[in-house]
């Protein structure tokens, strides 16, 4: 049963402490997003990738979020230093993107990982 | 800028009782338009996608409809299990897909 695997599920940190997050993509997916959901915000899209490479971080704090995937079968999103309006819960999600790009990008499903809920105190 | 605004916020039926949740968007170029099924505690999990106007998705219950403009999810005589948070959400130009606030659905027995 392929499935987004996000670790860890919960995370408890203090103020100004460094947080990785990692999520393994379903396996052949060649498209992964990050996204944060908070009660007040809803699910807000922080970054994504496609083939490995960021097209767009735009959502993200650049002061503090980096997201990365090193390589197929792994994406981090890093918070440092974290503070407590970080608190949320972390999404990773991925799909299988239709390629090439440039002849057109039909619509793709993206499938959601159960997210890792960060408490930063 | 592109915006997703379901209603109502909430929405408590009796089993059986039929009903229609609203997506409305504004997107620059409509590569699809996306429903999602989420409960506490839990990811969003994928229902359907649609891509053009006048297209139907079906599955169990549940149907979802789509014109230029807004996007309906009606449920058929839903039951307690129904009950979740459904979510849209639409993607534009590239990659970008964003999801609308959602409607939180209660069903009772």
């Known amino acids: 049963d392929a499935r987004v695997t996000q670790t860890p599920r919960h995370k408890v940190t203090e103020m100004g402490q460094e947080v990785t997050m990692r999520c393994q993509p379903i396996l052949g997916h060649n498209t992964v997003f990050w996204y944060r959901q908070t009660m007040m915000q809803g699910l807000e899209l922080l970054a994504y990738?496609?083939?490995?490479?960021?097209?767009?971080d735009s959502g993200m704090p650049k002061d503090r979020f980096s997201a990365e995937m090193p390589d197929a079968t792994l994406a981090t999103l890093k918070i440092q230093p974290s503070e407590p309006r970080d608190s949320a819960v972390y999404f990773c999600?991925?799909?299988?993107?239709?390629?090439?790009?440039?002849?057109?990008?039909?619509?793709?499903?993206?499938?959601f990982g159960q997210g890792t809920r960060l408490t930063v105190v | 800028e592109d915006q997703v605004t379901q209603s109502p916020e909430a929405l408590r039926l009796q089993e059986g009782e039929s009903s229609s949740l609203n997506c409305s968007y504004t997107v620059s170029g409509l590569r699809g338009l996306f429903w999602y099924r989420q409960d506490p505690g839990k990811g969003p999990e994928f229902l359907f996608t649609?891509?053009?106007a006048g297209e139907e998705k079906e599955k169990e219950r549940l149907k979802a409809t789509l014109t230029k403009k807004e996007s309906f999810l009606h449920i058929t005589a839903p039951k307690p299990e129904d009950s979740a948070t459904y979510l849209c959400?639409?993607?534009?130009?590239?990659?970008?897909?964003?999801f609308g606030a959602g409607t939180r659905l209660f069903v009772k027995a």
């Open positions: 959400a639409v993607r534009g130009g590239g990659f970008k897909t964003i």
């Open positions: 649609l891509y053009s």
């Open positions: 999600a991925s799909g299988l993107a239709p390629m090439p790009l440039g002849q057109g990008i039909a619509g793709f499903s993206a499938f």
């Open positions: 990738f496609r083939n490995r490479a960021p097209l767009d």
